[in-house]
């Protein structure tokens, strides 16, 4: 998909600013007790997504999240279809004190690829 240069630069400095994880650690890491949080709107979800994630979209993130995770020190792996959204929002995580915010790399479409590998 192309993206606007602006929107591109938001997500890139976003990206600059986050830790990603590669989702072949994605399995280890909710197993050691992080969350994964799917940051598509709800009809994106629907249509597939990691098993047990839960879904706050992007649009509705901030309002959201202290009721959903109140947490400050839960390790969050945001994710959308690839980078941009899990990023931006992963920083905005940030932003707002959650210190153990990440997203993951490459998004679901990586998490999926991965997952018809094994």
Partial sequence: MDYTSKFQ?????ARAR???VNPDDVAALLKAGAVALDI?????????HIP?????SRGKLEM???G????LDTVIL???NANNRGALSAASLKDMGY???KFIAGGLNAWKALSATD
């Fill in 52 to 56: 047990a994630s839960i879904n706050v």
């Fill in 68 to 71: 959903v995770l109140p947490d």
């Fill in 40 to 48: 598509r709107d709800p009809d994106e979800h629907a249509n597939g």
């Fill in 78 to 80: 945001c994710y959308c």
């Fill in 18 to 20: 986050v830790e990603a």
């Fill in 9 to 13: 630069q938001m997500a890139d400095a």
């Fill in 64 to 66: 959201n999240i202290e």
């Fill in 99 to 101: 210190g153990n915010a």
